[in-house]
């Protein structure tokens, strides 16, 4: 079974800073995708970012980007110029490539707020 | 309308009532979820629907009764239920094709308190 880990329970930067959050799982699977969800205080969440594992480049979104790296299973999310609005939950999720397959796999989330 | 919306938002509800959390989507997926939020643990996923067959019911108790009359509703039954299940409940949706990576498409959820 897939698990996916979050070790930073919390996290605060000031707004403009640029911050990290940690991401690792746990598979035997070679080809799967990871995503970062948002989840600001409204309750709704939103897809930061995805990426597909058999890609070697690394996913960027405007502000956000990851760095992903395969042989050690980890997958962290950068954001840069941090703004206000960036004050939400993050969870990293999982999901194997299988065909029939649908089920994500969530972290425990980040807390993250951006201090003005 | 766009997205996928849940109704009630908050539902508070005594352990011998029956209630129903209703979700619709309007993105034209063929697969709906529910998960289960509940403070410091990972999201749980409780049903999968594909194209309205249940494909997945995650060890759920009887108690959560899921429905899905066509491939943009989704309905949670609720009867009985202890004060442990408490949680939000989010519902999701996602398309279902081969190569696609299938990220989900939350709704806001419904908030459920029981007394």
């Known amino acids: 079974a897939q698990t996916v880990t979050q070790s930073q329970p919390e996290m605060s930067v000031q707004e403009a800073e640029t911050v990290t959050l940690s991401c690792t799982y746990d598979?035997?699977?070679?080809?799967?995708?990871l995503f970062w969800y948002k989840q600001p205080p409204s309750r709704q969440m939103i897809l930061v970012i995805r990426?597909?594992?058999?890609?070697?480049q690394n996913a960027t979104e405007n502000r956000f980007s990851v760095n992903f790296q395969k042989a050690a299973k980890s997958f962290s999310l950068k954001i840069s110029d941090s703004q206000l609005g960036d004050t939400a939950m993050y969870f990293c999720?999982?999901?194997?490539?299988?065909?029939?397959?649908?089920?994500?796999?969530f972290g425990t989330g980040t807390r993250l707020t951006i201090i003005p | 309308e766009t997205g996928v919306t849940q109704t009630p938002r908050h539902l508070v509800m005594g352990m011998t009532n029956k209630k129903s959390l209703k979700c619709e989507q309007h993105?034209?997926?063929?697969?709906m979820y529910w998960y289960k939020q509940s403070a410091k643990k990972p999201l749980e996923l409780m049903f999968v629907?594909?194209?309205?067959?249940?494909?997945e019911n995650n060890s759920v108790p009887s108690r959560f009764s899921p429905e899905c009359p066509n491939s943009s509703h989704l309905f949670l039954h609720l009867h009985t239920l202890q004060p442990e299940d408490s949680a939000l409940y989010l519902c999701?949706?996602?398309?279902?094709?081969?190569?696609?990576?299938?990220?989900?498409?939350f709704g806001e959820g419904s908030r459920l308190t029981v007394l």
């Open positions: 999701a949706s996602s398309t279902r094709d081969r190569g696609l990576s299938g990220e989900l498409f």
């Open positions: 598979t035997s699977e070679n080809n799967y995708y």
């Open positions: 990426q597909e594992a058999y890609k070697q």
């Open positions: 999720a999982f999901r194997d490539a299988n065909f029939g397959n649908e089920k994500l796999t």
């Open positions: 993105l034209g997926h063929n697969a």
């Open positions: 629907y594909n194209f309205k067959e249940q494909t």
